[in-house]
């Protein structure tokens, strides 16, 4: 029965989403480069894009066959039915191999599912999504093997592991992580197998698979990791987000009762806590990665919503953006070292499988050339399961807040989803129509970021321009364009304020 209703929740989810995302006609961030490797999958032509960073073959296999079906105007259609199976295969696990009960299981999935990151990567044709069902399916080969000690689903492991390195290179992790965990329980066998898996999958990479030359340009920066301020940037501000977006799994982590009864081991969990957190907020510079403001890394996910730096100029705010964010921040800043304090001083066992994954992805994070917020969804899960396992306390009290943050994520991603998927149809859409009305080429359109990837204009002698920016706030714009025309972003319930876009006509034409 727990089953069923888990798939019935499960084909909810879809069809919840499922409007937003069949209104997508247009490209964002980089999945123009992964529409065209499909188109060319779909013509016998094998060979990656030379931009293109992630190995994608796997994710773009699967597309083609998809979109030979469906058409390739459908793909945020297969992304959302990966999203919900990721949901799926969260939540299974945490009701069936964490033995926690149905509605614990349920809800945990679905602040995963809600999360603003997931629900970004679920609009459109981004690789991350995809990557996730691969890892979620090699955790649960990694639990039959650990519960029946058969080899068959470590060798199914290291199947599913090569199947989400040709998505993303990053799925390395998950055999070194095993690997080494392994190593540190004593059990050299599996250990063994885990790292020869590692040094097999990494050769392919290496010797065998096609690099791109943008694959070539961007290798790991091993000199990150000696770059103590870099690391701490990233490592604080990776945790403070993670806090942020698991809160009530963080608060339910924490045994106030187990705490007090214990009085002699209070006094040192509050200095510990308090200490924790001066020396976090001294050695926390987040400029170092990104932004100086919660939620810190740039790209995807910013304080005015989804990928706003998409499109020129300064994007619109919602209600109360200020006050939730600042304390959204302060409290995830608190809860973080009291967390720690309370593993130190009251569990000492921290270690288990989940943070030796997470440990070693972080560290993968921190050697990388380019640090984006969209890097932290494979961590979600990761810590999820980690809290799950040791630490998280299954009460009335933790379903309550559990129910309320998933209705604060559900409204706060309606908003952000709606406005990103609105501004940018507008956007290419109406690009598209300028093109043919006025018989000029795309390029000459500053229409989004993809938009202008897909259309090169080296020379950047555009003749028509996009922006959030009003003449009023924009004096280039007042002095030497012409608007042409003032959109307002508009759907039920949005809380933004002043939701508008502008076209320009750019200087004389």
């Not at 093997?145 to 058969?150: A, G, I, L, S, V």
């Not at 990053?170 to 965990?181: E, M, Q, T």
């Not at 509050?270 to 976090?280: D, E, T």
């Not at 319930?493 to 002043?498: K, L, P, R, Y």
């Amino acid at each position: 029965m727990k089953k069923l209703w888990l798939l019935l929740i499960t084909l909810a989810l879809f069809m919840l989403v499922f409007t937003l995302s069949n209104k997508i006609d247009f490209y964002q961030n980089d999945d123009w480069v992964y529409y065209e490797m499909v188109s060319r999958f779909m013509k016998g032509d094998f060979t990656l894009h030379p931009y293109t960073g992630p190995t994608f073959y796997t994710q773009g296999l699967i597309a083609a066959g998809f979109a030979r079906i469906f058409s390739l105007e459908k793909l945020p259609i297969l992304t959302l039915l990966f999203s919900v199976a990721n949901f799926y295969l969260l939540s299974a696990f945490i009701l069936y191999r964490m033995k926690k009960q149905f509605s614990t299981s349920v809800l945990v999935g679905l602040i995963y599912f809600f999360n603003p990151l997931n629900m970004y990567l679920t609009f459109g044709f981004m690789t991350e999504v995809y990557f996730m069902f691969f890892f979620l399916l090699s955790l649960w080969c990694i639990l039959l093997f650990d519960e029946t000690k058969n080899y068959k689903y470590l060798a199914l492991m290291a199947l599913v592991v090569f199947a989400g390195l040709n998505v993303r290179q990053v799925s390395l992790f998950i055999p070194l992580g095993l690997g080494l965990f392994y190593s540190y329980k004593q059990n050299w066998k599996p250990a063994a197998v885990s790292l020869i898996t590692f040094g097999a999958l990494y050769f392919y990479y290496e010797k065998i698979f096609p690099l791109t030359p943008r694959i070539i340009e961007v290798p790991l920066q091993w000199k990150n990791l000696l770059d103590k301020d870099y690391v701490a940037a990233v490592f604080i501000g990776t945790f403070i987000v993670l806090t942020a977006f698991l809160l009530p799994v963080f608060l339910s982590s924490v045994n106030i009762k187990e705490i007090l009864s214990k009085k002699k081991h209070v006094l040192l969990f509050l200095a510990l806590a308090v200490g924790l957190y001066f020396l976090m907020i001294s050695n926390f510079n987040p400029h170092e990665v990104s932004w100086g403001e919660f939620p810190y890394f740039e790209n995807t996910f910013e304080r005015t919503g989804f990928y706003p730096r998409g499109i020129s100029g300064t994007k619109y705010y919602f209600k109360g953006n200020y006050d939730l964010y600042r304390y959204w921040d302060l409290v995830s800043k608190i809860l973080f070292p009291i967390f720690v304090s309370y593993v130190i001083v009251f569990k000492r066992k921290a270690i288990n499988l989940y943070l030796v994954l997470a440990v070693v992805y972080t560290g993968m994070l921190i050697a990388t050339k380019a640090f984006y917020d969209r890097y932290l969804h494979i961590l979600i899960p990761t810590i999820l399961l980690f809290l799950l396992k040791d630490y998280f306390q299954e009460s009335k009290y933790s379903k309550v807040i559990l129910s309320g943050f998933v209705l604060f994520l559900m409204f706060f991603s309606y908003q952000l989803s709606n406005d990103f998927v609105l501004v940018n149809k507008y956007v290419w859409n109406r690009s598209e129509e300028i093109s043919k009305t006025e018989g000029i080429e795309e390029k000459y359109i500053k229409g989004t970021n993809a938009w202008k990837l897909n259309y090169r204009n080296v020379p950047r002698d555009y003749l028509y321009n996009f922006s959030y920016d009003s003449q009023k706030v924009n004096e280039e714009y007042a002095c030497c364009d012409t608007l042409i025309e003032e959109k307002t972003i508009n759907f039920p319930g949005s809380i933004f304020v002043d939701p508008k876009i502008y076209l320009y006509r750019l200087g004389e034409y």
